[in-house]
């Protein structure tokens, strides 16, 4: 008896959690409702972001995004590939191993408003320097400044993911190739890459994922302008960054409202990135572990 | 003759890459140490006991120190345990032991869903669900939204250290007549209790550090709070709007107030790694 | 087990009461608004706390905020630097009304070597903004100030990017004086800025301009000289170059004030005035029924305190203090709160 009670208690928090999510998702739907009706669904992907007069234009924004997640992406793809075959490959045991580990672990531990700070005050001086230095406005503070403190929060993030792909290459394989005469360079670029290039691939979209939601870090650095961004060097705004700087004070509900827009947008975003890497990881497990 | 070539080639190859890889890796650790430098350099000075237990001074006066900041982040820590941690192990525990149903899946997806969902997203929704109709911002409406983020870490922690525990400690458990709620919550709970404190240590210590969420929920406070009812200031609020502010002596505050945050955040990881090896 | 379920419960329940109780001990104030009085009502709020005990939470978080929170009666009262229009009064659950609490300039801050002190024109400021001029050795801006070498750098401008009182003072100056701005951007709380960098609250951008060399933004007085960030002469519409001050604010605030004390001062005409003047105002529903009586009772005495002792912070913060006249209508506005139906 009390078993059933337990398993049913059991039951009904799974079911909770997932009516959680339900609600969160009906929310941000019913509450962008007003703004979608009051500029026409097309108009969410124009560039005019204007809540004074209705006009909730999103396209800035969503471009502000995802340049910005894809170019810490790009930037940080060589580092967690690096990374990932140092720690899987090179350094298996040992106190480097493990030193490197720690260190990955506090740069993950670190919160986005300290790499925020951290950016205002070291980053972007060097930026403003390096913007002076080409004859570019120097802002010191834009979409470029955002991606790179983006790819230094990502990186443990996506160095734990390929890791992780990299660890599950099979090890016969591995000693198959070196028993042929495979130098360690060769096995690494020839068998193992390859292998788990789908998992990295993978990884490499849910760590876009991570980076398409941060915001802190990003509403200090991106230089805070609503216009459709002209270059990589100038100002932005990503979706999140916009909902922190005008949530708190929107001066009316439909401007709440288009703010939920913006917050729907990014949680589709995010859904859809982090379905399609979670499926081809899934994918992989199951074909590596049959 | 060739193959000799072919073979040094090679060798060059090797090293050159192996050398690649670790200048690489060693580059990575570089903004680490940097900002790890530059938060102790400018922030250990900061701390004093007067910084931990004053309350900051309008602006203009110099001095002042962040007691109801790091409050108000216990505070806001102890309500979203006491929110997230009993429904995360609780669900956690599902997950570890109905492996199979479709609801596991369904709930399987959902919280794998959860944990996606973008910090501000959260505070969104913790805004229109607590603050609109309660009618004010409060320290809870922001253990709302962090909670929202904290409960699939503590799920995901649950159940993979429940899944580690070898079938045989259930399956000996059940066979010696102990009643199967008994079993889980007596016996497989318990032998789980470091990894599953671990992971509560390791969550905290992630969410101490949420700024965003808090902006429009736990609002701020230039007061000292206990009370989770009202609005309340907590470490990384403050930073930001002291990190952005063109007040000198602000943004040295900021610092110092960085630094304690780090500090914490390190006290929590390496009590987790000590309640680990334990 | 220490950490059984029963006693966590226990534990948790005993903190929720504590922490509960503590909230009906000591009386709290909840305000929300403009950036641009923040040093002045943070130092005024401080010392009536010490005076009367009662804590007042202010959170700067913008005009456009202070508006929307009091609208969401999320907070006992609001503050903005730009009064409600018509609509936007009609737009809010109940009737509203406005206490001027003290005047300030927004002054146009910038960044560059030496802090030269420049003369502008609106026509300078407003192409400024819109990116027709982009160099500060640009002719125009040069042949205002012969004696002042500028250097050949790019202007980067910085705006607010919060919903702000500023903002509508500022915007509401270029528009009247510059038919072109009132075409391309016209004013309000939030523009559409053709270029520049967005920064959060008075703060931010005096931050930001205070990084950047080069930078050019508009900031309340007080922000640029706790800063010792320098400041630029305006051309008024009587012709004369202003520097920002105290003396030059009041004179813009000569004109008569209706009773409901929503005035714009701006471009003003009278000779010694600053053109980007402004009052700002503390946000309150007429009718405070939906308060406790207590808090009614400390809102009406907060503001009375403000509007008449509270004047003598002002000017140490570089703030103008209310004149007679808008001191007594400011005191009328009070007065003519209500409580359940009856004056308080």
Redesign the interface.
């Known amino acids: 008896m009390?078993?059933r009670?337990?398993?049913r208690?059991?039951?009904l928090?799974?079911?909770?959690?997932?009516l959680?999510?339900a609600a969160?998702v009906l929310?941000?739907f019913w509450?962008s409702l007003p703004a979608i009706q009051e500029q026409g669904f097309t108009h969410i992907f124009s560039a005019n972001?204007?809540?004074?007069m209705g006009q909730f234009g999103s396209k800035p924004f969503i471009w502000g995004t995802l340049i910005t997640s894809f170019v810490a992406l790009l930037l940080s793809i060589?580092?967690s590939i690096?990374?990932a075959?140092?720690l899987g490959e090179?350094f298996k045991k040992g106190m480097i191993p493990s030193f490197?580990k720690s260190?990955i672990?506090?740069?993950a531990?670190?919160?986005?408003?300290?790499?925020?700070?951290?950016g205002?005050?070291?980053l972007?001086?060097i930026m403003?320097n390096v913007q002076e230095f080409f004859g570019i406005?120097?802002?010191?503070?834009g979409l470029l400044t955002a991606s790179i403190i983006l790819t230094?929060m990502i990186?443990p993030f996506s160095i734990s993911m390929a890791q992780e792909v990299i660890e599950m290459v099979p090890n016969d394989l591995k000693e198959a190739a070196y028993s042929l005469g495979a130098?360690?360079?060769?096995v690494?670029?020839k068998v193992i890459l390859p292998y788990s290039k789908s998992g990295i691939i993978a990884g490499t979209l849910l760590s876009f994922?991570r980076a398409?939601?941060?915001?802190?870090a990003v509403t200090?650095l991106i230089?805070?302008?609503?216009?459709m961004p002209s270059s990589l060097w100038g100002?932005g705004?990503t979706l999140?960054s916009v909902?922190?700087?005008?949530?708190?004070?929107?001066?009316?509900s439909l401007?709440?409202a288009g703010?939920?827009q913006l917050?729907l947008i990014?949680?589709l975003l995010?859904?859809v990135?982090?379905l399609v890497g979670?499926w081809i990881l899934r994918k992989l497990k199951h074909e590596l572990n049959p | 003759m060739i193959q000799k070539t072919s073979l040094e080639t090679l060798l060059i190859k090797n090293y050159l890459f192996k050398g690649l890889i670790v200048f690489l890796s060693l580059l990575m650790l570089l903004p680490l140490l940097f900002i790890l430098f530059f938060v102790l350099k400018n922030g250990i000075s900061q701390l004093s006991w007067a910084f931990l237990s004053e309350l900051p001074k309008p602006v203009g006066d110099t001095g002042g120190g962040v007691l109801n900041a790091w409050v108000g982040s216990l505070l806001l820590l102890a309500t979203t345990s006491v929110l997230s941690v009993p429904l995360g192990i609780w669900v956690g525990i599902y997950l570890s032991e109905a492996r199979n149903s479709k609801l596991a899946f369904c709930t399987r997806f959902c919280v794998d869903l959860l944990q996606g969902i973008p910090s501000i997203v959260m505070g969104i929704i913790a805004y229109i669900w607590v603050v609109v109709p309660s009618g004010h911002f409060s320290a809870f409406s922001g253990s709302v939204a962090l909670s929202l983020l904290m409960i699939p870490l503590i799920v995901t922690a649950t159940e993979e250290t429940l899944k580690l525990i070898p079938n045989t400690l259930k399956e000996a458990s059940l066979a010696l007549g102990v009643p199967y709620w008994k079993t889980v919550l007596k016996v497989l709970v318990p032998t789980g209790f470091n990894g599953i404190l671990t992971g509560i240590l390791l969550s905290l210590s992630r969410i101490a550090g949420e700024t965003a969420p808090l902006l429009f929920t736990a609002f701020g406070s230039p007061f000292l709070e206990t009370s989770i009812f009202k609005p309340v200031q907590s470490l990384p609020l403050l930073i930001f709007n002291y990190a952005t502010s063109p007040y000198e002596d602000w943004q040295r505050i900021g610092w110092g107030a960085s630094c304690l945050l780090i500090l914490s955040i390190l006290g929590f990881n390496i009590l987790a790694k000590v309640v680990k090896r334990s | 087990m220490i950490f059984s379920s029963k006693r966590l419960a226990l534990l948790s329940l005993l903190a929720m009461l504590f922490t509960y109780s503590s909230s009906i001990l000591g009386l709290e104030l909840l305000g929300a608004g403009a950036t641009f009085p923040y040093p002045y009502y943070a130092r005024l709020f401080s010392d009536y706390a010490k005076k009367t005990g009662i804590k007042i939470n202010y959170q700067a978080i913008g005009s456009g905020g202070g508006i929307q929170q009091l609208k969401n009666k999320t907070v006992d009262f609001g503050a903005s630097d730009t009064f409600l229009s018509n609509e936007e009064l009609g737009q809010m659950p109940a009737e509203t009304l406005h206490i001027p609490t003290c005047l300030g300039a927004v002054v146009l801050s910038y960044n560059l070597p030496g802090s030269p002190s420049l003369k502008l024109t609106p026509d300078v400021i407003a192409d400024i903004f819109l990116g027709v001029i982009t160099q500060w050795n640009d002719p125009r801006i040069q042949a205002l100030n012969p004696k002042i070498t500028l250097p050949a750098k790019k202007i980067m401008t910085v705006h607010r990017s919060d919903g702000s009182g500023t903002t509508a003072v500022f915007t509401s100056f270029l528009t009247k004086s510059n038919p072109n701005w009132a075409k391309k951007v016209g004013e309000g709380k939030s523009v559409k800025w053709p270029n520049g960098l967005g920064s959060k609250g008075n703060s931010g951008v005096a931050g930001m301009i205070k990084q950047l060399p080069g930078s050019v933004g508009y900031i309340e007085l007080n922000y640029a000289k706790q800063n010792r960030m320098p400041m630029a002469s305006v051309k008024n519409k009587a012709g004369q170059f202003i520097e920002p001050s105290l003396d030059s604010v009041s004179a813009a605030a000569n004109e008569a004030m209706p009773n409901d004390t929503r005035i714009n001062i701006t471009n003003s005409g009278a000779k010694n005035a600053y053109p980007i003047s402004t009052f700002t105002w503390l946000l309150v529903y007429k009718d405070l029924s939906g308060l406790p009586k207590d808090k009614a009772i400390a809102v009406k005495n907060l503001l009375t305190w403000i509007v008449r002792d509270g004047q003598k912070y002002a000017s140490t913060l570089d703030y103008a203090p209310l004149s007679k006249s808008a001191q007594q209508k400011a005191e009328g506005v009070i007065n003519s709160l209500t409580f359940k139906g009856s004056a308080l």
Request: glycine share 8%.
């Open positions: 009390a078993d009670i337990f398993k208690s059991l039951a928090s799974g079911f909770l959690v997932c959680l999510l969160i929310t941000l509450r972001w204007e809540p004074n060589p580092f690096a990374l075959i140092f090179y490197v260190c672990h506090l740069l531990g670190i919160p986005s408003v300290i790499y925020g700070f951290w205002l005050f070291i972007v001086p403003r406005e120097p802002f010191g503070v230094i990186i130098t360690q360079y060769e690494i670029t994922g398409v939601g941060e915001t802190m200090m230089g805070n302008s609503n216009v100002p705004n999140a909902i922190a700087n005008e949530f708190s004070e929107a001066t009316h401007h709440v703010l939920v917050g990014l949680f995010t859904f990135i982090n979670k």
